[in-house]
């Protein structure tokens, strides 16, 4: 088994819709819970469905993150379906400096650098003294000598050229920013690919 510090029960889990589409990220401890209750099934990595019977004699292999239980451990699902959920959610990100920063990978997007990220400043594409306003659209992350080599112009006028048109996080991307991971668990990957 992974040697985590983290308790098993905060691990993220991927909720899907009665349609199999991703609607949320939950935790293990709630997964637990609506598995057991009977409002979810737990997906195994093959696409099979369980029931908390079903899924409590499945083994906790070397992959897995493993919940000590009486006489064992119980494996923790990564993804949920939630049988009775009907909506379509689609997550939105909010918009903040850590976010626009993990949006651009830490890539000052004038240069292409990735300096330390406490060299990293939010720069507004059209200045805020020039009507810019905090959107995904006009924040961008920019090194501390493009922000300042731009000021107060437009890319245009400075002739900086933006490394890609910044645009609000897509679906999968948001979950990744919500969760702060890197990289999601590799049971989630047919959902968000198809999301
Ligand atoms: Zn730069």
Same mark, same amino acid.
């Given at each position: ?10 691990l993220?889990?991927l ?8 609607v ?18 737990a ?15 499945l !083994?906790?292999?070397?992959s ?8 064992g ?13 009907e909506?379509?959610r ?36 059209v !200045? ?16 501390? !000598? ?14 900086m050229?933006?490394?890609?048109a910044?645009?609000? !996080? ?26």
């Amino acid at each position: 088994m992974h040697v985590r510090s983290r308790d098993p029960l905060t691990l993220p889990v991927l909720a899907l819709n009665r349609h199999f589409h991703p609607v949320q990220v939950t935790t293990a401890r709630r997964a637990f819970l609506l598995l057991f209750g009977g409002a979810a099934h737990a997906l195994d990595e093959a696409g099979d469905v369980h029931d908390f019977l079903s899924w409590r004699r499945l !083994p906790v292999r070397d992959s897995d993150d493993g919940l000590p239980i009486v006489g064992g451990s119980l494996r923790v699902p990564r993804v949920l379906h939630l049988r009775r959920y009907e909506r379509v959610r689609r997550p939105t990100v909010r918009l903040s400096r850590r976010n626009v920063m993990l949006r651009d990978a830490h890539q000052c997007q004038y240069c292409s650098k990735r300096p330390p990220v406490r060299d990293l400043n939010i720069d507004h594409v059209v !200045p805020r003294s020039r009507g810019g306003v905090d959107s995904w659209e006009n924040l961008v992350t920019a090194c501390r !000598p493009c922000n300042l080599r731009k000021g107060r112009r437009t890319p245009e006028e400075a002739s900086m050229r933006l490394l890609r048109a910044p645009t609000a !996080p897509r679906w999968s991307a948001s979950m990744l920013l919500l969760l702060g991971r890197p990289q999601p668990f590799k049971e989630w990957e047919p959902f968000l690919k198809s999301a």
